[in-house]
Nanobody
Framework: QVQLVESGGGSVQAGGSLRLSCVAS????????MGWFRHAPGKEREGVAS???????AYADSVKGRFTISKDNAKNTLYLQMNSLKPEDTAMYYC????????????????????WGQGTQVTVSS
């Protein structure tokens, strides 16, 4: 059973930084994608950043240059370093995994992912 457990959310002021972590267990696939998505009240869940098993990454335009996704395969952990945070980054952030062959066009596509964590809240105040 695949499990994804996020941590690292919290409340920060605009301009601050947070690092989210997602520990994955229960699968070992040669080709996969893992990503971070966020869901703000009144909006649809959107892709923020994702990484494929070959190292290919993708970022939403709104976070490019501010957020960095990385993974530590030895620790089965996915990270999201978030810098220069803005109030509009406030949302519940979810870790997700696509445990089958992952195509580039699927990297930020919410409907492509088949496993999800429980989420961690990020609140940015102005």
């Amino acid at each position: 059973q695949v499990q994804l457990v996020e941590s690292g959310g919290g409340s920060v002021q605009a301009g601050g930084s947070l690092r989210l972590s997602c520990v994955a267990s229960g699968y070992s696939y040669s080709s996969y994608c893992m990503g971070w998505f966020r869901h703000a009240p009144g909006k649809e869940r959107e892709g923020v950043a994702s990484v494929r098993s070959d190292g290919t990454t993708a970022y939403a335009d709104s976070v490019k240059g501010r957020f960095t996704i990385s993974k530590d395969n030895a620790k089965n952990t996915l990270y999201l370093q978030m810098n220069s945070l803005k109030p509009e980054d406030t949302a519940m952030y979810y870790c997700a995994a696509l445990t089958s062959r992952c195509y580039s066009w699927q990297l930020l596509r919410r409907t492509a992912y088949n496993y999800w964590g429980q989420g961690t809240q990020v609140t940015v105040s102005s």
